[in-house]
């Protein structure tokens, strides 16, 4: 049984963030900190990704651990409450994931997603494999044009 009332439970599900986290701004920050300038929350490209790079076709997004599933199938148990709408509902959220991943890498873009505790924990390396993706790419876009 739910410990909230019904009021209580939607007052708290309104605030919660689908933009402009605490975990997405950390990110954010130390992004622009160390001289990377991108977009966010960019509509036109599937899956509206939280960080784009649009030049590079990079996109990253910051995926909290309850809406997105993290160690899912040993989480998936601690619902105690409302498990028929909650376990299809993450459960769905970890399947469109997937779907964005493969069409955005189909379509020729890098997708990057970080959970928010690996945020919190290592912002700086989560700074790091950004870099390294727009390296990456750029040293891509370099060869193709020597080439040309």
């Given at each position: 049984m739910d410990r909230l009332t019904l009021e209580q439970r939607r007052k708290?599900?309104?605030h919660v963030k689908s933009k402009d986290s605490q975990i997405e701004l950390k990110l954010r920050r130390e992004l622009w900190k160390n001289g990377f300038r991108y977009r966010k929350n960019v509509r036109e490209i599937f899956g509206c990704p939280d960080i784009v790079f649009k030049k590079l076709k990079i996109a990253v997004f910051v995926d909290s651990e309850f809406w997105h599933g993290f160690d899912w199938e040993n989480r998936k148990n601690?619902?105690?409450?409302n498990q028929e709408f909650w376990i299809p509902k993450i459960e769905?959220?970890?399947q469109r994931d997937k779907e964005v991943n493969e069409k955005l890498t189909l379509e020729g873009w890098t997708v990057l997603r970080f959970f928010g505790n690996e945020i919190k924990?290592?912002?700086e390396g989560?700074?790091?494999?950004?870099s390294d993706a727009i390296e990456k790419k750029?040293?891509?876009v370099t060869k193709c044009r020597s080439t040309k």
């Open positions: 708290n599900m309104q601690d619902f105690k409450s769905r959220n970890i924990k290592n912002v989560c700074v790091k494999k950004i750029k040293s891509e």
